[in-house]
């Protein structure tokens, strides 16, 4: 969690790197972000400021969100009051989650105005402010809150701008240790010493407040009571200096797993061999590598909601259907029984009386020699009985053919959906999703909007290379897949899938070479990564040669069948790419 005096170093930083720059550009990929660009003597520099819930953040970024085609109203307001702007100053309030961008723009009328984009990083109550800092009021705000959402402190444009509420902490900058001790040891005595730090010292996070009751304590208590004055003292002393002076080496802490679990401006050392801790270089680069990749993969979940939803219902709606007619097809298997019923009948006419409901009759059918009691409609003749049971036979004959071809597509077109809904989850840019919103327009699953058809860029498959030096292309969606398998694939080069699994088609350049197995194994994981078995291990995957594999008449997208094919056994992993574009 990005706290007050981890904030202070990334202060330290943009004054070190960005003081005195120009606003070139400003962008906002979504309703939670703003990117400005800012012209620097040594280059550009983008300087990310987020108001996520879970992952309020300010620090320079190397990549650039996707933006949306069309400019946010709040986005179009900064370009014209922001762009242009020098960035005076840096200003934090203490500890706190609070900082202050300092502007000098020029107005409409050509005079000089200052303004000040406000970052308030406060969780689920983060918020993005830009404010006149001459009249104190509030020029607009990324999320507005009127009095029905906030009757304390509403944000809404002309409003003066008020502070948050300050907690009731003590800054390490302005107090002693002396002083920040003695608030903790007013506390109860059997409190952990981690928490009573974090109710005392205005600005640090949970795992600081640890590691410095392990400091003090070295594994021995986590009381309060227990904690050694001079040592207490000392670790304090230590902190403040480091808070003052913000030269630390930040770094990341990761699971076991390997997945970042947290970050710190100052090395953690509490977890022992339980976590594996990771030293970085930059502060910005800290945040933006712990919150890099689950934010790309937040950003992505938004924008990809509707063509999730509509998949979903659409797989949903025909796996009812197919439901149902399995069900149909299984009562048409009994069909038999009425033919014999028929026959039955209309050996036994002169026997049935009129007006019969059932008629008692022997099974010739049945080696035993047993009887079988047929109902009848009695409002009919025993004869048009016969012939009913012969026509429901005939119809249910029918029906069977019928449902096991409408079966045979539904479950096509649900392979399809599922296949679809697996590229949508694994798109890694809106241009991506842009395509196949393309696709389902061309299958008829999507309306195309009026007007003028807008021109798709294309993008290329996935590349990357083997270990010893094969290189292997992966298709980014159904449309690629048929692309890359059936026109860029040489017939000799090797075509890997995973087996029964949805995934992307993976193409083996052996460029008349035999692929050796280690090229043939990196490449199957590949597969199994770019799957729907991402997440798992051990997950078979097919491979063949390019020629044997083909596409049916009127299949979908994507779909193929292969022969001749070999199977292995692999954990999904992923190389660095030699081009991604």
Not at 51 to 62: M, Q
Not at 227 to 233: D, G, N, S, V, Y
């Amino acid at each position: 969690m990005l706290d007050g005096i981890f904030l202070r170093h990334i202060k330290k930083e943009i004054e070190e790197k960005a003081l005195g720059a120009r606003v070139n550009q400003i962008y906002q990929p979504n309703r939670d972000e703003l990117v400005l660009v800012l012209r620097t003597y040594d280059g550009t520099k983008k300087l990310l400021l987020s108001s996520r819930a879970n992952s309020p953040r300010v620090n320079f970024c190397a990549e650039t969100p996707e933006n949306p085609a069309q400019p946010p109203m709040f986005c179009m307001l900064l370009r014209k009051r922001l762009g242009g702007g020098k960035l005076t100053g840096v200003r934090q309030l203490g500890c706190d989650r609070v900082l202050f961008l300092d502007f000098e723009c020029v107005n409409e009328l050509g005079d000089l105005e200052g303004l000040s984009v406000v970052c308030e990083i406060m969780g689920m109550h983060s918020n993005l402010i830009v404010i006149n800092r001459d009249k104190g009021v509030i020029i607009d705000a990324l999320k507005r809150a009127d009095l029905t959402v906030s009757s304390r402190r509403p944000m809404l444009p002309n409003l003066k701008y008020e502070l948050p509420e300050r907690q009731n902490k003590l800054n390490i900058l302005e107090h002693t240790p002396d002083e920040i001790a003695s608030a903790a040891k007013a506390l109860p005595a059997e409190m952990p010493l981690s928490k009573a730090l974090m109710q005392v010292v205005e600005g640090i996070s949970p795992i600081v407040a640890r590691e410095l009751e392990y400091r003090v304590c070295e594994g021995a208590t986590n009381r309060l009571e227990g904690a050694l004055p001079e040592k207490l003292l000392a670790v304090l002393a230590d902190f403040k200096r480091t808070a003052e002076e913000c030269r630390q080496t930040p770094c990341i802490v990761y699971r076991e797993d390997g997945r970042p679990m947290d970050f710190s401006f100052f090395p953690i050392k509490q977890y022992g061999g339980y976590a594996v801790v990771k030293e970085t270089e930059g502060f910005c680069a800290t945040v933006e590598e712990f919150y890099g990749e689950r934010d790309a993969k937040e950003r992505m979940r938004v924008k990809s909601h509707s063509l999730q939803k509509l998949l979903t219902t659409a797989t949903e709606r025909i796996a009812r259907k197919l439901s149902k007619q399995q069900a149909e097809l299984k009562q048409c298997g009994d069909r038999e029984k009425l033919r014999v019923y028929g026959d039955l009948l209309h050996a036994n006419l002169y026997r049935i009386p009129r007006g019969a409901e059932f008629a008692e009759v022997e099974n010739f059918y049945d080696e035993n020699g047993g009887t079988v009691r047929i109902k009848l409609n009695p409002a009919i003749s025993p004869a048009a009985n016969a012939q009913k049971y012969y026509k429901d036979y005939q119809k249910a004959k029918t029906a069977e053919t019928v449902l096991g071809e409408q079966i045979k597509k539904g479950e096509a077109e649900l392979d399809y959906l599922e296949s679809v809904l697996d590229t949508v989850n694994r798109a890694e840019t809106e241009r991506e999703l842009a395509q196949i919103r393309e696709e389902l327009t061309e299958q008829g699953y999507l309306r195309r909007p009026k007007g003028k058809a807008p021109k798709l860029e294309k993008s290329a498959p996935k590349s990357f290379q083997t270990s010893d030096g094969f290189t292997v292309m992966v298709g980014r969606n159904n449309r690629q897949n048929d692309q890359l398998t059936l026109k860029t694939a040489a017939k000799t080069d090797l075509w890997l899938h995973t087996k029964d699994i949805h995934g992307s088609h993976v193409i083996l350049r052996c460029d008349g070479k035999a692929p050796s197995e280690t090229a043939i194994m990196e490449a199957a994981r590949l597969a199994a990564y770019h799957s729907k078995a991402k997440e798992s291990t051990n997950v078979p995957v097919d491979y063949t040669l390019v020629k044997n594999v083909s596409k049916p008449a009127g299949a979908k997208p994507g779909m193929v069948i292969y022969v001749k094919n070999k199977t292995v056994y692999v954990d999904p992993a992923l190389p660095k790419p030699i081009s991604d574009q």
